[in-house]
């Protein structure tokens, strides 16, 4: 990790040069690469990236705050929900403004739309995660767990009865502004919040706080606001990925958003260990792939699975991964240094 | 009747107790004195089995104890009165001492509540009142009647005298000479030495995990060391 | 008024089955200070042996006597014990001494374990419970109660009094309240500890095996998932009452029953699944020891 540290102290034109060639690498990947992908695989690399930003925003709440939340998908929802209503609601009249013609609007303007309902879409699941949090996260461990699985299941109950975004039958003919592009620049944005977040003073605060909270408190880390706001920070990303997943599959339903939603983010992060973000993105990416993988044997998938996580937590509590960071290039320097030998 | 030989605890990286050996013969009184975090509760929690030992042996009655559950250890007559006065709280007066004979199947546990009640009248009083309404000093006889209800043939006795006022430590001391006198092995871990080496026929000093002194309780009661550091000079 | 009665009978029939259910995780919390996060599916479970156990003495149209009945609960009781006790000897057993989480990740491994394995073997489509007694409506001024709900509410004020016998009467459950009052202490009575801890969770498995017999009879549909969200209600019926508290998790299950069929009968149905989780909250925030639970007693 402290190798890595000096690239908090980049000046800004290096940070934005860095960026403009990230941004250039997913133009590209999305103009020559893309195209010759077969769209199976595509799809699961995208709903792979989108499980990335879930996974990593709730170890950001239950890996580094250690506030054990079970309500991700509910926030996911609310993110879903919330652009998606903006984007056919709202989207015609922006994209009237910007001189484009709803029904082909160009990429341009349609990414307009889509940033435009994902801010809004991620505030309100801030705002949500904001006013659930100051009550619930008095409480600890198994009782916040299940306090927050609770707020989950009232948000879908509450999209299930609320006839404006389809209730119960889902929301159909969302228009699908997201794609490979948009996907991979928002997980690649998450990404660079979360690890400066996490490598800054309030990283460490919030590492305080899930060590030792009195010590915590003692030292003069304002705990409780730091728990909130991981937890708000966390549902507002959880936000970004709802509504991606909204403007990716151009249609949500009630029932995706279930508890069973939430446990598969969390197993997520447990598996790649709580409080290391590149073990979250390895196992999002991995447990995205693993049931295609398993397809052949779809019947055994889930049990096999479930298994899996229940042999895990008795040989390797600690995740596959481990606590630290996951840095490939140790793992080549380490090669190289092998080599020379 | 108790052998500790080279006993070895820690917990993660602290090393709690290095190296220590005692051992108690059967009819004696042993007392176990040192400071606060010297490691006393430890090793008692140890020979109970509620603690893993690390390193090394403990025998009792000749046989190997070392890693039995604490079950095991009760029905050997190796019973172990926690310090801290831990009495259930939700039960009665009657039922903590009933958990106490949880073991046995015999007749005699009637005569032997009967007993109970004669050391301690004062809960035969409160026999159905509940336990966590109980005054520290009757708690702490509850406790000291609970392990009386197992028959031990040897007791470990944590802090009997902790936080209780002065007349009542006299008290508990005069009964832990009865015991005594009724044929009962102890292992006295104490942190009121000057009491504790009156009562006792054998003691220990534990120093930071280490046996630092031992030696019949009179003459380690006037060693000089023991009187400055735990004596008070007195 | 008739009609609320009427609310008032149908709630406590729903509720007492989710007091049952809730005293196998008060138990088990009481004792561990841990969620079994599986326990729904234990429920569900049990109903399918129930179905099994009914498919083998024959009992298939109406007519069957009460042999049959407690044939079926004892079977349906009895392999949820066993399974309880499997679950614990080999999930969470070896998690004792992790962080909790670990155990509640481990428990949630469990449940999804049950579903799928459910699923596998079952198969995902609802069956049939047979009607193991003959249906039949009595009057009582006017508010109907069916056969079985006089079952649900005589079955299970059977259990109830029998899990009070057990826990304050015997030997065992002596034990069971002192290794939830502290561990420690109890091993230092004499008290195996560990076999003290699997007899909890045959027990609270053999109670949400009797749930859902009886759960079944008023709702004959038995699927894999059906566990689900009847185990989180159950789980906010034990906090409700405060979880780790016997008397607690009947009461819970009570006011949840009756909280639901009030609120479905005259507010709105379709929230009715929401009721369970808004108590839950307002509990939590304004008395998270549970409607009976003490602040700072014997189960904090």
């Keep these: ?341 | 009747m108790l052998e500790v030989t080279n006993l070895d605890v820690r917990y993660g990286a602290i090393h709690a107790i290095r190296g220590v050996s005692l051992s108690v013969p059967e009819g004696m009184v042993v007392t176990l004195i040192g400071a606060n975090g010297a490691g006393k509760t430890t090793i008692l929690r140890t020979l109970s089995g509620l603690l893993r030992a690390t390193g090394g042996g403990v025998r009792f009655l000749g046989d190997e104890i070392t890693g039995l559950p604490s079950h095991q250890i009760v029905k050997r007559g190796l019973v172990h009165i926690p310090e801290g006065r831990i009495v259930f709280a939700n039960m009665s007066v009657l039922e903590n001492l009933e958990l106490g004979a949880y073991l046995r199947r015999d007749r005699e546990v009637k005569s032997d509540l009967e007993r109970v009640f004669v050391l301690f009248p004062r809960l035969k009083e409160r026999i159905h009142q509940s336990a966590g309404t109980l005054s520290g000093g009757e708690q702490q006889m509850l406790a000291i009647g609970r392990g009386l209800m197992s028959r031990p043939r040897f007791l470990l006795m944590d802090e009997p005298s902790l936080g209780l006022a002065p007349l009542l430590v006299q008290g508990i001391f005069e009964i832990v000479r009865e015991i005594h006198r009724q044929g009962t092995t102890i292992l006295l871990v104490e942190q009121n030495a000057h009491m504790a080496l009156q009562v006792a026929d054998f003691a220990y000093v534990l120093e930071s995990g280490h046996i630092v002194m031992s030696g019949p309780a009179a003459e380690i009661a006037q060693d000089p060391r023991v009187r400055d550091a735990y004596l008070g000079g007195a | 008024m008739q009609e609320f009665l009427q609310q008032l009978v149908n709630g406590i029939a729903i509720g007492s089955i989710y007091a049952l259910i809730a005293l196998g995780y008060t138990m088990v919390y009481g004792i561990l200070r841990f969620v079994n996060f599986a326990h729904g599916d234990v429920f569900m479970v049990g109903a399918f042996f129930g179905l099994f156990a009914a498919g083998w003495i024959g009992a298939s149209a109406g007519a069957n006597g009460p042999a049959a009945v407690v044939v079926v609960f004892l079977a349906a009781m009895f392999g949820a014990a066993v399974l309880g006790v499997i679950l614990e000897r080999f999930a969470y057993k070896p998690v004792r001494g992790q962080p909790r989480l670990n155990a509640l990740i481990t428990a949630i491994g469990v449940s999804l374990f049950l579903e799928n394995a459910g699923i596998l073997i079952f198969g995902a489509d609802p069956k049939t419970f047979p009607e193991l007694l003959p249906p039949a409506n009595y009057s009582v001024g006017g508010v109907k109660i069916s056969s079985t709900q006089v079952m649900t509410l005589a079955g299970s004020c059977l259990l109830m009094l029998g899990l009070n016998f057990v826990v304050y009467r015997t030997r065992i459950g002596k034990a069971m309240r002192a290794v939830s009052f502290s561990r420690d202490a109890a091993s230092l009575m004499g008290i195996p500890t560990d076999r003290v801890i699997t007899a909890t969770f045959a027990l609270g498995s053999a109670l949400a095996a009797a749930a859902g017999v009886l759960f079944s009879m008023s709702y004959p549909r038995l699927d894999p998932l059906m566990g689900v969200m009847q185990g989180l209600k159950a789980f906010v019926a034990a906090v409700l009452g405060g979880i780790g508290n016997i008397p607690g998790a009947v009461v819970g299950g009570l006011v949840l029953g009756l909280a639901e069929t009030l609120v479905s009968g005259y507010l709105s149905s379709t929230y009715r699944d929401a009721i369970a989780f808004v108590l839950l909250i307002v509990i939590l925030i304004v008395k998270p020891s549970g409607l009976l639970g003490r602040a700072v007693s014997e189960k904090v």
């Design chain 1, 1 to 341: 990790m402290s190798e890595l540290a000096p690239e908090r102290f980049l000046p800004l034109p290096t940070r934005l040069l860095r960026f403009g060639l990230g941004l250039a690498v997913i133009v590209l990947l999305q103009q020559f690469v893309l195209p010759g992908i077969n769209p199976y695989f595509a799809r699961i690399l995208i709903l792979a990236e989108i499980n990335v930003i879930l996974a990593v925003s709730l170890n950001l709440i239950n890996g580094f705050a250690g506030q054990f939340s079970l309500g991700h998908a509910g926030f996911m929802a609310i993110g879903g929900y919330v652009s998606a209503a903006f984007a056919v609601s709202a989207g015609p009249a922006v994209l009237a403004v910007l001189g484009a013609s709803p029904e082909a609007p160009g990429p341009a303007p349609s990414f307009i739309v889509l940033c435009l309902g994902l801010i809004l879409g991620a505030l309100v699941a801030a705002i949500t995660g904001l006013l659930i949090g100051i009550p619930t996260l008095r409480l600890k461990g198994d009782y916040l767990a299940i306090a927050t699985l609770g707020f989950g299941e009232i948000i879908r109950v509450v999209i299930q009865n609320t006839e404006a975004v389809g209730g119960a039958r889902g929301f159909i003919n969302i228009p699908t502004y997201a794609g490979f592009f948009a996907v991979t620049l928002f997980m690649v944005l998450t990404l660079a919040v979360h690890w400066n977040l996490v490598h800054s003073r309030h990283g460490r605060a919030l590492l305080a706080v899930r060590e030792d909270e009195i010590a915590a408190e003692a030292m003069g880390v304002p705990t409780t606001r730091y728990k909130v706001l991981a937890f708000s920070i966390g549902a507002a990303f959880a936000g970004v990925g709802g509504s991606l997943f909204a403007h990716y599959n151009g249609g949500l339903h009630p029932n995706t958003f279930t508890f069973l939603k939430s446990i598969e983010v969390v197993i997520m992060v447990v598996l790649g260990g709580m409080g290391s973000i590149t073990g979250s993105i390895l196992a999002a990416l991995l447990l995205t792939a693993m049931p295609e993988l398993l397809r052949p044997i779809k019947e055994y998938r889930m049990v096999i699975y479930s298994l899996l996580l229940i042999v895990l937590m008795i040989t390797r509590p600690q995740g596959i991964f481990g606590l630290g960071e996951f840095d490939p290039a140790r793992l080549l320097w380490w090669r190289r240094a092998r080599g020379a030998r």
